[in-house]
C-alpha cells in the first residue's frame, strides 16, 4: 500500500508531498512557488585593474550573486590613501570613469549587501597615461648674429621615459630638426635669416604626445 505524507518547506513557505511506493519516496512539489533560496551577496567576479589615456574612459566591473538581488555602492580610495569613500551615484555592475592626472593610482572596489549579509569586493587599481607640466622657457630669446640660442622644455608624465622632438617653424614651414631629440635644443650660429624663426618641443611616451607652446627666436 502507498503512503501519503505532507509536509511544508518552511524556507519556501510552500507544500510538498512525499509519496512512498514499495520502500521508494518520491517528492512531489504540490504548490507554486519559487524554489530559489535566500542567500547572502557573493563576489563572483572580482573587479580588475584598468588602465587609461587621460582624457579617455575606463571601466571598473564586477560580477555579484545573492538573493534578494543585491545593493551595490562603487568606492574609492585616494592615492597614498587609507580610507575608502563612497562614489555617489554608482551603485550598477559597472563603474565608467573618464580619467585625468589625479586619478592614477586611485583604487575601486564595490560593497554589496542585502537582508542576509555583506560583501566586499577586492580592489582594482586605475593607471592613468598622460603628459603634462610642459613648460618651454625661454618663450622668447634674442641673440646677435653668429650667436646661438638655447631653447629647454620641463615635462612629466607617465609611463617613463619620455622621448623629445624639437621642431622648428619659418616662412610658414613646420620642420623636423634631426638629432633635436633632448629637453634642451641648442641653435646653429644665427644669421638675420633667422630673426622671427620659432621652436617647439614634441613630448611623448608610450601612449600619449603632446606639444610645447612655440618660443620665437630675434636675430637683432
Do not use: K
Amino acid at each position: 500500500m502507498a503512503t501519503h505524507v505532507t509536509c511544508t518547506d518552511r524556507r519556501a513557505g510552500r507544500a510538498l508531498a512525499a509519496l512512498g511506493v514499495g520502500g521508494c519516496s518520491l517528492l512531489l512539489i504540490a504548490c507554486g512557488g519559487s524554489t530559489e533560496a535566500n542567500a547572502p551577496p557573493v563576489i563572483t567576479a572580482q573587479p580588475a585593474d584598468q588602465a587609461a589615456v587621460e582624457g579617455r574612459p575606463a571601466t571598473f566591473g564586477v560580477g555579484v550573486s545573492g538573493v534578494p538581488v543585491p545593493s551595490l555602492q562603487w568606492e574609492r580610495m585616494e592615492p597614498g590613501g587609507s580610507t575608502w569613500a563612497a562614489i555617489p551615484g554608482a551603485s550598477s555592475r559597472t563603474y565608467p570613469i573618464i580619467p585625468s592626472r589625479p586619478d592614477d593610482g586611485t583604487r575601486f572596489r564595490v560593497q554589496a549587501t542585502n537582508a542576509l549579509g555583506a560583501a566586499t569586493s577586492n580592489p582594482a587599481l586605475l593607471t592613468v597615461y598622460y603628459i603634462s607640466t610642459v613648460v618651454l622657457s625661454p618663450d622668447f630669446l634674442t641673440v646677435r648674429p653668429g650667436d646661438t640660442a638655447t631653447f629647454s622644455v620641463t615635462a612629466s608624465g607617465n609611463p617613463s621615459p619620455l622621448g623629445y622632438q624639437w621642431r622648428r617653424l619659418a616662412g610658414g614651414v613646420v620642420t623636423v630638426i634631426p638629432g633635436a631629440i633632448f629637453p634642451s635644443y641648442t641653435t646653429p650660429p644665427a644669421t638675420s635669416a633667422d630673426d622671427g624663426t620659432q621652436f617647439s618641443c614634441t613630448i611623448s611616451n608610450a601612449f600619449v604626445e603632446r606639444n610645447s607652446t612655440w618660443a620665437t627666436l630675434y636675430v637683432r
